[in-house]
């Protein structure tokens, strides 16, 4: 059964930084890609990152150069390094997986998501 939690929300102040956290179980990491999705109120949920299970990485261009997706294999979590935060990036995160080694436009299971309000 997989499930995937969230964590490492909150409140910040324009410019700050978090990272949020996202533990996988039912499945092994690394044999799957993975993806950080966001969704404010009144606005379609977009990906602001994803990784494959061979490390391969993107970014929209709203999130380039600020945000990291990383993951550790061993600890079965998946990271997201938020820099030089701004409040049009408030909004609830998800992550996801897509049960798939390669693909990363298609994902099949979500977590809860956790808050980020930049103000």
């Known amino acids: 059964h997989v499930q995937l939690v969230e964590s490492g929300g909150g409140s910040v102040q324009p410019g700050g930084s978090l990272t949020l956290s996202c533990t996988a179980s039912?499945?092994?990491?690394?044999?799957?890609?993975m993806g950080w999705f966001r969704q404010a109120p009144g606005n379609a949920r977009e990906a602001v990152a994803t990784i494959d299970s061979g490390g391969y990485y993107s970014y929209p261009a709203s999130v380039k150069g600020r945000f990291t997706i990383s993951k550790d294999n061993a600890e079965n979590t998946v990271y997201l390094q938020m820099n030089c935060l701004k409040s049009e990036d408030t909004a609830l995160y998800y992550c996801a997986t897509s049960k798939s080694a390669y693909e990363t436009t298609q994902f099949a299971d979500w977590g809860q998501g956790t808050q980020v309000t930049v103000s």
């Open positions: 039912g499945f092994r990491l690394d044999d799957y890609s």
